[in-house]
Nanobody
Framework: QLRLVESGGGLVQPGGSLRLSCTAS????????IGWFRQAPGKEREGVSC????????FTADSVKGRFTISRDNTKNMVYLEMNSLKPDDTAVYYC?????????WGQGTQVTVSS
């Protein structure tokens, strides 16, 4: 069973950067499309960015376009979300999601807090 693990969250000042990572311990991710989502307190979960299984196709939400970049290294079984020019509005729990056909699973999330 696929179990996703996110890491890299933390507290950062406005304008700072973080890189989130998503991996799986017992299953290779190279057949899965991976998405990053976030959920701020009192708000619905929203999609941030996603990448195809081979990495050749990506999508990024307008709210973070130009600041966030998704990438993957299938040789390391890792998917990354590079976040630059962070704003307080980016504060949320960030989740990765793996999807293959009708199968979908979520990680436990990692907290990102942008505050001075």
């Amino acid at each position: 069973q696929l179990r996703l693990v996110e890491s890299g969250g933390g507290l950062v000042q406005p304008g700072g950067s973080l890189r989130l990572s998503c991996t799986a311990s017992d299953v290779t991710l190279d057949e899965y499309a991976i998405g990053w989502f976030r959920q701020a307190p009192g708000k619905e979960r929203e999609g941030v960015s996603c990448i195809s299984s081979g990495g050749g196709s990506t999508f990024t939400a307008d709210s973070v376009k130009g600041r966030f970049t998704i990438s993957r290294d299938n040789t390391k079984n890792m998917v990354y979300l590079e976040m630059n020019s962070l704003k307080p509005d980016d504060t949320a729990v960030y989740y990765c999601n793996a999807r293959y056909l009708v199968y979908s699973t979520w990680g436990q999330g990692t907290q990102v807090t942008v505050s001075s």
